[in-house]
């Protein structure tokens, strides 16, 4: 089972799709079973001591389930995340980026699941980790 | 049990520790169990066709069950969220507020308990679920 | 929308289905949106210390949201969980039956949604909290 | 940071503190930060299909979760899952035991932090994936 999009095409149809948001975002790398991106860290997704804000790792967290599941199923820009379940672990540091490594666990034909662990660039230990469901639109 | 603080001073806490969101969010009504706010819906929490952005809506979640818990334990802004699920259920409106509405489940030393339902303003039916744990600073 | 199985037929379906466990769980009221049951705690259910054990507070929770579902879709022994998150709050009463009070947040064509607090009986103060996602089989 | 007990040790003491559901476990290995733990499948885990029910693969990741922590700080009968995500993704194979594969994610002063993933026994794809937080008592 081939991947349908690359690290470039995944890129591409994000800055067409999500124009808002896609500067914050990189894909590094891109399988069929594993992704990993990074969240090109800035101050807007900055809170006070220089921390990354808890909805800027769950942005990280729910675009990466997304673009692992479209590398999959190509450019469907309908597919919705109905669940997540985030544990956020450690602070991350300041100043650097932070890399979300997703893990595809389950592609149905109604349904994605994705586990991702998210890091501070540089560092062993997670600062979260979070599994999503996407609903992935009928054909 | 009173409440610690009502909801101008939650209000001027927001302002105070965490500017860069502050506007984001209003406060509508909080008592010693419940809280009601708001987002404040702009173009910058949209994605394609109108909707309010995943993460939009996590970050008025997450924020909720932060100012229910600091409305009894007083300011702390070292509380921190240690985990969050949420269900997306349905499309939000465009072009209305998206109302929270906090219930907090537990208060104990060291973590409280939220949950939330999320309602575009005017609707009866859930946008979203979500429910929050905090990690209480220790005095 | 008015239900499609009152509680007395929602019982004899699961004595039907799951004679394993029907004669742990009863059903006291259900309606539209909502569905009152219980656990019949017996010792099976117990811990060291006479508390109720969290896989036993799961089982009241994932039932409580099938039958939920069930009462609204009619007969379907093949729905399934797909996701559930649950907070365990409190320790339970010894010697109590557990409440389980279950909403209907949602029922797709695809997926339904239920959240459930968990109450020793008698009590105020929910022991645990769960939602869940149910798979509503294709017809 | 060695471990504070070894898979005899975890045996020893799940037989010793909960003895009506120790011979359901199986500990095959555990190192400082990965435990794998088997259910010993038998009928009354079974539910219509000779399908694995819900809660015996909830109560697995729970009981690996608690080994897993415990493997870490020592016999503490009293540390209490405080919250747990679980998505169901594939059905279990009749007639084998389910391994559950537990990573150590964070360990901190009051909370542990672990994810689990189940697997029908020889098969490569998930059967469910788990997260959960336990609350280590205080010294």
Redesign the interface.
């Known amino acids: 089972m081939p991947i349908m999009m690359d690290a470039e095409a995944l890129a591409v149809f994000m800055k067409d799709?999500?124009k808002?948001?896609a500067d914050d975002f990189g894909i590094d790398h891109v399988s069929e079973t594993d992704l990993t991106t990074r969240l090109l860290v800035d101050n807007?997704h900055?809170?006070?001591g220089g921390t990354v804000?808890?909805?800027?790792i769950?942005?990280l967290a729910?675009v990466s389930a997304y673009l692992m599941t479209l590398a999959r199923i190509g450019p469907k820009?309908l597919a919705?995340?109905?669940?997540?379940?985030?544990?956020?672990?450690?602070k991350p540091e300041a100043g650097v980026d932070l890399i979300a490594k997703t893990r595809l666990?389950?592609l149905g034909k109604?349904?994605s699941?994705c586990?991702v662990?998210v890091y501070s660039e540089g560092k062993e230990?997670?600062v979260a980790?979070a599994?999503l469901?996407y609903?992935i639109p009928p054909k």
């Open positions: 799709v999500f808002q948001v807007r900055l809170r006070p804000s808890g909805p800027s769950f942005a729910d820009a919705v995340t109905t669940n997540c379940s985030i544990d956020f672990m450690r666990l389950k109604l349904l699941v586990d662990l230990q997670p980790r599994s469901t609903a």
